[in-house]
């Protein structure tokens, strides 16, 4: 076995752990005499998280493997967020690996594309996880929101789509496995919002700089003071809009367009493949749908096209249970997902709040590839405010969902629920 490498920082991944995790696939897979290039891809994608490689495994028989590797190994994140990395396997081992198994009834045009999980390492100074490399079969990211421009019509369409299949499987899941799904289900409260981790992960101040951020460039001076009102509840808002209530399914949790990746195939629609499972929690259906839309869509492509995206949401989730001989209406009738979506809105503005900035301002990357990570959001957020020109577009989008919210009351129900 030897290591060709194509990077430019190899120390990045030239460790023991690394080297091992890719012989230990290679072995899995068959291959036992190969090497290996590795492409550092981390921040292509905004994936501040952990450091992310493309590498492409080279059998000595012709038999080359493509993969995705995933790890804290080798930064100074391994304390920070060992929960969220400890999570991803998680899913891989309780849930994906457990969709993988249960879409084998359907015809492959019909499932829902996930990746492959090969190996993985939970312990702490060694968490690594590797994955299937969906680019191979056509996936890819989509550049849009690197050029401040939205996904098209059909895209999102696609999202809302597949969205609905992956909710579905979870629907399936109780119902074929309950003893298990009950305490799967349990395993995947949130975190991302939670004290316990938010007091190691430094995330608490990524939050409120956000939402500070964000109330500085609004407009509405009576807006604004509410919202400054609601802004000591925050994490108070958040944890009670994700967790679990009467209608939940297992949630991604973290749904924008760097967690996904499209294929187009010809004049159908796009597939779409859902990425990055950290933050996966059992939840209302809802908050993934209202994520997605608040932060990559605008007031006006929601004013216009929310009730379709709802018609197609709803209508392939039926179609995917029925599948399955589930009635969708006897577990979650579209009565009861309309109301959520107007009960939940108020959690799709204070999302827009605090994630805006990550899709509006055009340098943020730059900013963290300089050396700073969410851990240091003032230094971040002084070094976006000393450039006012960064600062435009991130305005507009403020003031476009706030002036939604005044008008839809989404402000106002927002300080009714902290003044019960």
């Given amino acids: 076995m030897s290591l060709d490498v194509h990077m430019s920082e190899p120390d990045e991944f030239n460790c023991a752990e690394l080297h091992s995790s890719i012989s230990e696939v290679a072995h899995s897979l068959g291959i036992k005499e190969f090497h290996y290039d590795v492409d550092y891809i981390s921040g292509k994608r905004e994936n501040y998280i952990a450091n992310v490689f493309r590498v492409l495994i080279k059998g000595d028989g012709g038999k080359n493997i493509n993969v995705i590797v995933k790890t804290l190994v080798n930064t100074e994140r391994q304390v920070l967020f060992h929960k969220l990395h400890e999570r991803e396997v998680l899913v891989y081992d309780n849930v994906i690996n457990k969709y993988k198994d249960m879409q084998k009834v359907l015809y492959e045009h019909e499932r829902l594309v996930l990746s492959d999980c090969y190996f993985w390492n939970m312990e702490k100074a060694n968490e690594i996880i590797v994955l299937e490399d969906l680019k191979i079969k056509g996936f890819d990211v989509d550049d849009k929101v690197s050029k401040l421009e939205y996904l098209d019509f059909e895209q999102i369409c696609a999202v809302m789509s597949e969205l609905a299949k992956f909710h579905a499987l979870s629907f399936v899941y109780e119902k074929q496995d309950p003893k298990k799904f009950s305490k799967v289900k349990l395993t995947f409260e949130d975190i991302v919002y939670q004290n316990h981790f938010l007091n190691n992960s430094k995330l608490r101040n990524y939050y409120f700089e956000s939402f500070q951020m964000s109330l500085n460039q609004v407009k509405n001076l009576d807006a604004k003071r509410k919202l400054q009102r609601i802004e000591s509840k925050l994490l108070d808002l958040l944890q009670m809009y994700t967790k679990s209530g009467d209608h939940n399914v297992l949630c991604h949790g973290d749904l924008w367009v760097n967690n996904m990746l499209f294929k187009k195939e010809g004049d159908q629609r796009s597939k779409i493949a859902l990425i990055d499972f950290q933050a996966m929690r059992y939840a209302n259906p809802v908050t993934d749908l209202l994520y997605f839309l608040f932060v990559c869509t605008d007031s006006i492509f929601r004013h216009e096209h929310l009730d379709q995206l709802k018609i197609i ?99 106002d129900k927002l300080l009714d629920k902290i003044n019960v």
């Fill in 313 to 411: 949401y709803y209508d392939s989730l039926k179609v995917f249970l029925t599948k399955f001989d589930i009635d969708v209406e006897k577990i979650y009738s579209r009565e009861t997902f309309n109301k959520d979506i107007d009960e939940f809105v108020p959690y799709g503005l204070l999302i827009a709040l605090i994630e805006l900035r990550v899709v509006s301002i055009p340098h943020e990357e730059q900013v963290f590839s300089q050396g700073l990570r969410v851990d240091s959001v003032m230094n971040l957020t002084e070094a976006v405010e000393a450039r006012t020109e960064d600062l435009e577009y991130l305005k507009h989008r403020v003031n476009d969902v706030v002036d939604e919210a005044v008008a839809n009351g989404a402000v």
